[in-house]
């Protein structure tokens, strides 16, 4: 049993999960994400990321997985604790970050603790509490469609409070750029005040590592992927290839996406462009009965080879709200979530050993379906994507994977990962 664990880590959704290990290796820590609480031994790394599917479920349920998670770090040597949220702060409309904050601090003895999605390499900013997505507010980004969780106040200080029973201040920029010194001088005065948590602003990585080494006495820290690049300095780790280092890639290369994020759409419309083999899932199939797993299968298998394949359901936001008209938000994204891992476990089963899945919820699905229960977190291909190596034990293989959140990635993502592996 590991009794040695500088980090343990909680993230709400399985791309957010990687995309944590991706910045915690990228800054020297060897890193393991479980695909839910694990229930065997610590796996010897620097830091366990456990990736709940947690986001977008009711709160008491996501407090209650959140609470497991953080009992088996604890008991598993854990002695700081990151819980992974996104980089545009959504789950549910009620709000699930502050509840399973509220219940990590008071599980952890604690009272206070800093919260911030920052994550400048994806353009994700935080200025005077308000959330940036690029050059626009997040409210005006295309957050504000997102099929499940539509994000439409940029105001951090506003979403967190009305989702938290305790107050919630704000450290601003001109503070964090004073360097970790000042930063941990107002979150004791925030503290002493009577405050739980604070947002606070960051514009760069220098910022993050002024907050990192702010925080290192702190329990908690609440945050999308950006602080993680300031944590292991704290333990004497610096970059290093070594930590990112996986088994060879061989095989057959496919892509599987359900995101209908403005990111994905334009990388699915590239790999049109380049006429590659793509295939269009339509759910209003799916919900007719239709066999599309098997369709879609049929037309991959004899595809699969040199060339990677995409199969996806990703669509414009005004096709998505029709389909959700028709057949009801939460049952629309089940059913496609369904028949995409259902599509995943195929391919591997005919041969993929490298694939690329696009969209959190679709991510969690499709890792449930190949039974995968740990990941080694390898290179990044983009900030907060790398390529993983785990084993699907329902296809009784391994296969390096790449969990793309929707909105990561550049243009040419579907064809440029495949040749980072080697
Ligand atoms: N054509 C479609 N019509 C309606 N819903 C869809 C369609 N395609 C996918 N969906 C659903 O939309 C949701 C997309 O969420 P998902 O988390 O996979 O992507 P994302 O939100 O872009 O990614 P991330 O969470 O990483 O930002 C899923 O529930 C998926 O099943
Ligand atoms: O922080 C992000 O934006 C991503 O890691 C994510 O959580 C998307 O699901």
Redesign the pocket.
Known sequence: MTTNLPLGCIAD?F??ATDLANNLVRAGMRVVQTIGVPEGPAPEADAVVVALKS?TIPAAEAVAQSLAALHWLRSHGARQFYFKV?S?F?STPQGNIGPVAEALLEALGSSFCCVTPAFPENARTVYKGHLFVGDVLLSDSGMRN????PMTDPNLVRVMQAQSQGKVGLIEHRVVRGGAAPIHARLRQLQDEGYRFAIVDALDNEDLMHLGRAIADMPLVVAGSGVAIGLPQNHGLAPSAAAAALPPAHGATAIVS????Q??NAQVADFLRRGLPALA???LQIASGRDVVGEALAWAEPRLGDQPVLV????PPE??RS??QQ?G?GN??????KA?AAIAKGLVDRGVRQLVV????????AVQALGVQQMRIGPQIDPGVPWCHAEAQACGRTVHLAL?????GTTDFFTKAFGQLG
């Open positions: 959704d791309t957010g986001r996104c545009t959504d997102h099929p499940l969780t359900g995101s209908c994020s990111a994905t899932v339509d759910p996806y359901s990703s669509a096709s998505v389909v959700q057949l938000v629309a994204g089940e059913m496609v979530e995409l696009a969209g959190g919820e679709t991510s969690g699905a793309k959140s929707g909105n990561f």
